[in-house]
T-cell receptor, first 115, second 113 residues
Framework: KAGVTQTPRYLIKTRGQQVTLSCSPI?????VSWYQQTPGQGLQFLFE???????NKGNFPGRFSGRQFSNSRSEMNVSTLELGDSALYLC??????????????FGPGTRLTVL | QQQVKQSPQSLIVQKGGISIINCAYE??????FPWYQQFPGKGPALLIA?????SEKKEGRFTISFNKSAKQFSLHIMDSQPGDSATYFC????????????FGTGTRLTVIP
């Protein structure tokens, strides 16, 4: 079974621009979560999508948004980029979102650099 | 506020030795405790996970010990190998079923030959 794929792997943007990152979960997985990883703040939860609906959201400004398509693929968007948005953005897929918290499998991440 | 506290920040172990990484939490609603291994340039990979109904779980050379009353859990890597050199993260999630993991700050493990 193919793992979680993320595109692009590397991205360089300038302040004020916007960016869209893409994630394809493991086949059959319906939940996609996004995390930001930085040296200073570590791994922080951004949001989770299940069946095209945002289920949960972390403590990030509204500039960070996402969506999920009917095939479970997900995109996240960051508008009006700031220098502090430079990070590794990780996508994780899970079989389902329900009462039991499920294993999450991470992709390789997209390294975003904001200049 | 760090929901999961992890120590040590870095660890150097001789090949064949035991690596021990500790984590502590405050939120009693947490009921799922995974450990992830991350190599440079890669995403975190799930190693092993435990729920509070057991005190220990072993998979190969990796063991999680869980102390519910102390709200602590730890990862033990037996017979540590140079290939185990990586950053290890503990995490926790609560009973709402949300796939929202709260991560520790990570431990950089170096296993020297």
């Amino acid at each position: 079974k193919a793992g979680v794929t993320q595109t692009p792997r590397y991205l360089i943007k300038t302040r004020g621009q916007q960016v869209t990152l893409s994630c394809s979960p493991i086949s059959g997985h319906r939940s996609v979560s996004w995390y930001q990883q930085t040296p200073g703040q570590g791994l922080q939860f951004l949001f989770e999508y299940f069946s095209e609906t945002q289920r949960n959201k972390g403590n990030f400004p509204g500039r960070f948004s996402g969506r999920q398509f009917s095939n479970s693929r997900s995109e996240m968007n960051v508008s009006t980029l700031e220098l502090g948005d430079s990070a590794l953005y990780l996508c994780a897929s899970s079989p389902r979102s329900g009462r039991l918290t499920n294993e999450q499998f991470f992709g390789p991440g997209t390294r975003l650099t904001v200049l | 506020q760090q929901q999961v506290k992890q120590s040590p920040q870095s660890l150097i172990v001789q090949k064949g030795g035991i690596s021990i990484i500790n984590c502590a939490y405050e939120n009693t609603a947490f009921d799922y405790f995974p450990w992830y291994q991350q190599f440079p340039g890669k995403g975190p990979a799930l190693l092993i996970a435990i729920r509070p109904d057991v005190s220990e779980k072993k998979e190969g050379r990796f063991t999680i010990s869980f102390n519910k009353s102390a709200k602590q859990f730890s990862l033990h890597i037996m017979d540590s190998q140079p290939g185990d050199s990586a950053t290890y993260f503990c995490a926790a999630a609560d009973q709402t079923g949300a796939n929202n993991l709260f991560f520790g700050t990570g431990t950089r493990l170096t296993v020297i030959p």
